[in-house]
């Protein structure tokens, strides 16, 4: 395969950003890293704390780290563990930051999930990450909790980019975009240079399917069955068409006369959750321009191995994925139900996965103390 041949390059070409949903001291030590922006034209990288709790308990990277953080407090051992990696990551992908113009190459840490019911203390902790890894290619990642959004607005007005994490609605999607369009404007109003200020919405796939066809299943008919693995394409198609709509405005015309970026949507928990379905499912039938699919290492390697591209898959299809979710309503799931419960999941997943990187890194840390 030559290339320009290749399915990651052709993806690119077709608009879409490739970000790799992984990151940890060995992918970073073996030049892992490096080497898939060159075979897989990766030109991003998202944290959360569940990779991070599952890099911190394989191997044995982080010894040395952890040895010389021994007299350290844990949670400020984690904070420095990972804001090293984040840091050492967007130093790998500062070429891209650049030659992007500053749209592409950025790496994203995400706030302690524990805060994601509490504005002002994720802004506090907003600011000292953003200082602390002290990158311009950094995002901050914000979940889009009701107390979140207030939170994005202020993070962003401040002049920090922002990756808003945990989107499932397009209600809760539309408040994401106005909190970001409202710092903008409170960022020029401040004086900041808008153009280095990005910021990506992470709308969540996979996991709205997962939730969607179990319901479908409780209801086994022929008709609700046949729906299954359709509900968070139209979901996301739906996304785009709102993103298309609120970036032709008049008030993001006037943000962007002054330099700003768009806010792109990025298509999150992209790896499929049911083996029945094809491994690049959500790739393939999410194909856009001035979008990103964030994609865990073995969707990306399934989609850089076999991967098709067959032009835009997502303009123009709003009125469909309307009647497929309106199909599913019929079937008595409720969409406005499911979205809600997956938002509480998540962040008490992120919660659980954040008490587990606590737990292992106290103990490297007692392992280092002998």
């Known amino acids: 395969m030559t290339e320009t041949n290749r399915p990651t390059r052709r993806l690119s070409e077709a608009g879409v950003s490739i970000w790799l949903d992984d990151l940890s001291r060995e992918r970073l030590d073996t030049g892992n ?13 998202t944290t959360n704390p569940t990779i991070f709790a599952g890099a911190l308990s394989a191997g044995n990277a982080y010894d040395t780290a952890l040895a010389e953080l021994a007299g350290t407090d844990v949670e400020a051992a984690v904070e420095t563990i990972t804001t090293d990696d984040v840091r050492s990551a ?11 113009g500053t749209v592409d190459g950025r790496v994203s840490i995400e706030v302690d999930p524990r805060l994601a019911r509490d504005t002002a203390a994720t802004v506090e902790t907003a600011r000292r990450l953003w200082t602390t890894v002290d990158r311009p290619n950094l995002m901050i990642k914000i979940p889009a909790t009701v107390e979140g959004l207030p939170a994005i607005t202020e993070t962003i007005a401040a ?18 975009m106005d909190a970001f369009l409202t710092g903008l404007e409170r960022a020029r109003a401040q004086g900041h240079d808008l153009g280095p200020i990005g910021s990506v919405a992470s709308f969540f796939v996979s996991r709205v399917d997962a939730a969607v066809d179990s319901a479908l299943a409780d209801v086994g008919t022929d008709e609700a069955l046949a729906l ?16 298309q709509e ?7 015309q006037t943000l962007a006369a002054a330099g700003a970026q768009p806010q792109r949507p990025l ?13 690049t499912l959500y790739v393939t039938e999410l194909v856009a321009p001035g979008v990103v699919n964030t994609m865990p290492e073995a969707t990306l390697d399934a989609f850089a191995d076999h991967g ?24 008595g799931v409720s969409m406005t139900e499911v979205t809600a419960r997956l938002e509480a999941e998540g962040v008490s997943k992120f919660e659980k ?15 280092a103390r002998g």
Do not use: C, M
């Open 353 to 367: 996965s954040w008490d587990e990187l606590l737990t292992t890194t106290k103990n490297g840390l007692d392992a």
């Open 228 to 243: 299954r693995g359709k509900a968070a394409i139209a979901n996301a198609r739906l996304a785009y068409a709102a993103y």
């Open 246 to 252: 609120v970036f032709a405005s008049e008030r993001w």
């Open 267 to 279: 298509w999150a928990s992209t790896g499929v959750k049911d083996p029945a379905y094809p491994d």
């Open 33 to 45: 890293l490096a080497g898939l922006i060159d075979t897989h034209d990766v030109v991003g990288v």
């Open 159 to 176: 002049g920090f980019s922002v990756n808003v994490t945990l989107i499932f609605s397009i209600d809760r999607y539309r408040q994401v």
């Open 90 to 100: 967007a130093d790998v992908l500062r070429g891209v930051y650049d030659a992007t």
């Open 308 to 331: 098709e591209i067959s032009g835009d898959t997502v303009s123009g299809t709003a009125e469909q994925a309307l009647a497929t979710l309106a199909a599913v309503e019929a079937q």
